[in-house]
């Protein structure tokens, strides 16, 4: 059974830093994975969606990797700021099939 | 374009009442979900629909029921409430699978007592 692990599971940084949030899977054999953003009380909006054979993908201040065959990814945040504060969260999926998800990691960006 | 919408965003129900959770969009969507979220737990799949006429079960089906009978509408039904189901629950969907980018509902709070 397919499991993501997101560490930390919190995450306080000031504003303008560059930071890194980790996804570990369990299963190399996936599909994609997609990371998404969560704002308090909210629903989930996507970020960026990496396909198993792409290494990285990025939008604006976001990039995010992809190392299969260890079972990592990484969303790197350029020059942090107080409108990132939110929770992020990994998904993997096998196929066209439903997403396995993290529980998240949340960060807040001080100002 | 609306996206996808969801209703009610807040519910209490009692113990043994049934009620239906809403989710609709107007993107012409194959795929559709319904996740619930709880603390500590994360995001876990109920049930998912590939189309019209078409679900499966997720992790955590017992105690819901889904139906797909057009490709706008994947109502999620609570048959008899119980406070184990206290949760936020959100609907997605994407244009033909799970490994397609996920486009999320603002979710429906429902509390059990």
């Known amino acids: 059974k397919q499991e993501v692990t997101q560490i930390p599971a919190a995450l306080s940084v000031p504003e303008g830093e560059n930071l890194v949030l980790n996804c570990s899977f369990t299963d190399s054999a996936i599909y994609n994975l997609q990371w998404f953003r969560q704002d308090p009380g909210k629903g989930l909006t996507s970020l960026l969606l990496?396909?198993?054979?792409?290494r990285e993908q990025t939008s604006g201040r976001l990039n995010a990797s992809l190392d299969k065959s260890s079972g990592r990814s990484t969303l790197y945040i350029a020059a942090s700021q107080p409108g990132d504060s939110a929770t992020y969260l990994c998904a993997v999926t096998p196929g066209n099939t439903p997403l396995v998800f993290g529980k998240g990691t949340r960060l807040s960006v001080i100002a | 374009n609306a996206g996808v919408t969801q209703t009610p965003k807040f519910q209490v129900l009692k113990t043994g009442q049934s009620m239906t959770l809403q989710c609709a969009q107007d993107m012409n969507h194959e795929y559709m979900s319904w996740y619930r979220q709880d603390p500590g737990m994360g995001l876990r799949l109920i049930h998912y629909?590939?189309?019209?006429?078409?679900?499966d079960q997720g992790e955590v089906p017992n105690g819901y029921n889904v139906s797909r009978s057009t490709t706008e509408d994947f109502p999620l039904r609570l048959l008899s409430a119980a406070p184990s189901q206290t949760s936020v629950y959100f609907c997605?969907?994407?244009?033909?699978?799970?490994?397609?980018?996920?486009?999320f509902g603002p979710g429906t709070r429902l509390l059990v007592l």
């Open positions: 997605a969907s994407s244009l033909s699978g799970g490994g397609e980018t996920q486009y």
């Open positions: 629909s590939v189309g019209a006429g078409i679900t």
């Open positions: 990496i396909q198993s054979s792409q």
